[in-house]
């Protein structure tokens, strides 16, 4: 007699798509059942979906994830930064045509780093949508742009060729690793394919100004804290904060205020840094699955 094989729940598969968002090619990875709760991914500086990679299988069991790929990032169209300006309002634009394509009625949000203003200004645009959210060192107060920003705030102040040149270094290969690195006591959790990867896609003719232009641009996020901030009061998503706390890029100051704005919130203050999420992962994932589900997180 024949034997059926029978695949582990664990390893759903994950599928690899590409769609066409204003004549861009934007790359996403999809798992899960299509009518369970859906989770959207969205990643932070200077990866991609890349950096879901381990935690997509871990949640497909319960939810339908996607994570894209920004414009400039992983697999997704790199335009020349002259011809598509990059902006955080027009990532978001880009998240959001995928989400249209893809007919997303509802879902929760992860948002890390850059995924963060990404996500938010999505939230201020379709805050009916949004059924929780997930912060892993993404920030939306003034207390948590601290000592690592200062470079980039003078920048900000005098937009110079030379305070440009300044902070290159944030796009170089020891940055990068230092990024996976500062904050973390066991490297030898890391898998270095992660910054190498990460490089590769910076170390492509053109990229690297394409990311002087987001540190530019970072700094009109700041005036929408205060709209983030209402939204938090007004539509009280459920939130799950999973934060790296040694991290020196988004540090641990900008988990706290969340609670001033949010009721029901659930924080969760990691021994790691900025990536948690390589250090973390197995518990990302177990918290994630037993706060959605606690707070009756529904699909269709």
């Known amino acids: 007699m024949a034997t059926q094989t029978v695949v582990p729940v664990s390893e759903l598969p994950v599928h690899y798509g590409t769609a066409k968002i204003d004549n861009l090619d934007v790359f996403y990875r999809e798992a899960g059942p299509k009518d369970a709760p859906v989770i959207l991914l969205l990643h932070g500086f200077p990866t991609s979906s890349n950096m879901f990679r381990n935690l997509i299988p871990r949640l497909s069991q319960s939810f339908r994830v996607i994570a894209p790929d920004y414009p400039g990032f992983g697999m997704s169209s790199m335009p020349d930064h002259k ?15 995928l989400v249209n394509h893809l007919d997303l009625k509802k879902y929760s949000m ?19 949508r949004v059924q929780a959210l997930i912060i892993q060192n993404g920030n939306a107060y003034d207390e948590g742009l601290l000592a690592f920003w200062d470079p980039i705030k003078k920048y900000w102040n005098e937009p110079s060729q030379e305070n440009r040149q300044a902070i290159h270094f944030l796009t170089e290969p020891k940055a990068t690793k230092w990024q996976y690195e500062n904050g973390v006591s066991d490297t030898s959790l890391l898998d270095p394919t992660t910054w190498t990867l990460d490089q ?12 002087l232009d987001l540190f530019y641009d970072y700094r009109t996020n700041l005036p929408l804290y205060p709209e983030f901030q209402e939204f938090f009061r007004k539509y009280q998503p459920p939130t799950l904060i999973v934060w790296g706390k040694n991290d020196f890029i988004f540090p641990a100051e900008g988990a706290p205020p969340y609670s001033r704005d ?37 699909g269709k």
């Open 83 to 97: 011809e598509f300006a990059y902006t955080f309002e027009n990532l978001m634009n880009v998240v959001d045509g």
């Open 110 to 128: 992860y948002v890390m780093d850059y995924g963060a203003p990404i996500g938010y200004r999505l939230a201020l645009r379709h805050p009916e």
């Open 262 to 298: 949010l009721k029901n919130i659930e924080t969760h203050m990691l021994d790691t840094g900025h990536f948690a999420i390589e250090t973390h992962g197995a518990e990302i994932a177990e918290r994630i699955q037993d706060f959605l589900q606690k707070n009756n997180i529904r």
């Open 200 to 211: 590769l896609g910076m170390d492509r003719p053109g990229n690297d100004e394409i990311q």
